[in-house]
């Protein structure tokens, strides 16, 4: 019964996953609802601690990207931020929360979430290599259908050649 929870719960942590910046990351919204956190709350750590989150674990969402975001309905509004820019935590990002939050719960969020993170790239891995295997099929066919595509164009060129007429000839109907 618990497996069952926690399946339902890392795919809702995967849905939370979002790609800007050609980056799979998680907004600090949505991170500080999964901790029991206010938003405002889990900013302040990282802001008190910001020599931890370099770039690669941490960046301020632009205008347009918010915008983006409105517009994908994965922010409901500009007015739902109060006015801040959100945090955008990469997988790095995530993992180094836990040290700044301590608590017992956010231990345990953050090792759901950190498979939530290696369930999606496994995901996109095995999707990397069906592309692989599609891509292998079609050239492998297409070189066979090759074959049939000559044969065929070689019919219709034959039936566009005059023929030689066949039957019985009358002598003197020339």
């Known amino acids: 019964m618990m497996e ?7 795919e809702l942590l995967v849905q939370r996953i979002f ?8 907004l600090d919204f949505d991170l500080a609802t999964l901790y029991g956190v206010e938003t405002r709350a889990l900013k302040q750590q990282v802001k008190r601690n910001i020599e931890r989150f370099p770039v690669d674990f941490m960046f301020l969402l632009s205008s347009l990207e ?3 975001m409105v517009s994908q309905n994965v922010i409901p509004s500009r007015s739902f931020l109060g006015g801040a820019a959100p945090m955008a935590f990469t997988e790095l990002g995530v ?19 950190m498979r939530a993170f290696v369930n999606l790239r496994q995901l ?6 069906l592309i692989k295997r599609i891509d292998s099929l079609e050239e492998k066919y297409d070189k066979k259908f090759m074959l049939v595509f000559e044969a065929i164009k070689e019919l219709i060129l034959q039936e566009n050649q005059p023929r030689e007429k066949i039957g019985y000839k009358i002598p003197g109907s020339d």
Do not use: C, W, Y
Request: glycine letters at 4%; charged letters at 30%; aromatic letters at 0%.
């Open 66 to 68: 918010v915008d983006e």
């Open 95 to 113: 993992a180094m929360l836990s040290s700044v939050l301590k608590s017992k719960g956010a231990i345990s969020v953050n090792i759901a979430i």
């Open 4 to 10: 069952n929870k926690l399946s339902i719960s890392e």
């Open 19 to 26: 790609l800007v910046r050609g980056k799979k990351v998680m």
């Open 124 to 129: 996109i891995d095995s999707n990397k290599d």
